[in-house]
């Protein structure tokens, strides 16, 4: 049980790592290179596909998994482990979850309610400028977020301690 449970959180956040870095690294940029119109139109579509079941699961599933390592090691596993499990769970709350909901969802909710067809040019240039800067500085903070949430649940898992 415990090893699945450690699978499954290593694979989450392995993913939402990946997912991140994936959109600092290749999407934004990408869109930065589109006209305003046809770049918001891109993350208004992107956007709307992500809410699926699937990444609902691997988004929240670090909120569940991580606390409960940290649960099943608090009596079982070395100091140093549980700060690693505790570190990683802290990181992930902090610099994912809390990220998202309270700077990435509301500026896409935003996003979702601009007509595009009915925006004029200076505006949608505003719009493409806020999510290059504002919502991209953020997301890289989740990148990293979920990277070191993972590097750290990694090497608890192998602390032989």
């Not at 499954?8 to 994936?22: E, R, V």
């Not at 600092?24 to 290179?33: F, V």
């Not at 992107?46 to 099943?72: E, G, Q, S, T």
Request: hydrophobic share 55%; net charge positive.
């Amino acid at each position: 049980m415990n090893q699945l449970l450690t699978l499954c959180a290593l694979l989450a956040t392995a993913i939402m790592s990946g997912l991140f870095f994936t959109w600092s690294n290749a999407i934004m940029p990408g869109l930065r290179r589109l006209p305003a119109f046809e770049s918001l139109l891109a993350l208004q579509s992107f956007n709307r596909v992500i809410l699926n079941p699937w990444f609902i699961i691997v988004f929240l599933a670090p909120l569940l998994l991580l606390p409960l390592k940290v649960f099943f090691a608090y009596r079982q596993e070395s100091q140093l482990k549980i700060y690693l499990l505790v570190f990683a769970t802290l990181i992930y709350v902090l610099g994912v979850f809390i990220i998202t909901m309270s700077v990435n969802v509301p500026m896409n909710e935003g996003l979702n309610k601009l007509h595009l067809q009915q925006t004029n040019q200076q505006e949608l240039m505003n719009q493409k400028e806020i999510f290059q800067t504002t919502w991209v500085r953020f997301n890289f903070v989740r990148a990293v977020s979920a990277s070191l949430s993972f590097l750290l649940l990694s090497i608890a898992c192998v602390d032989k301690e």
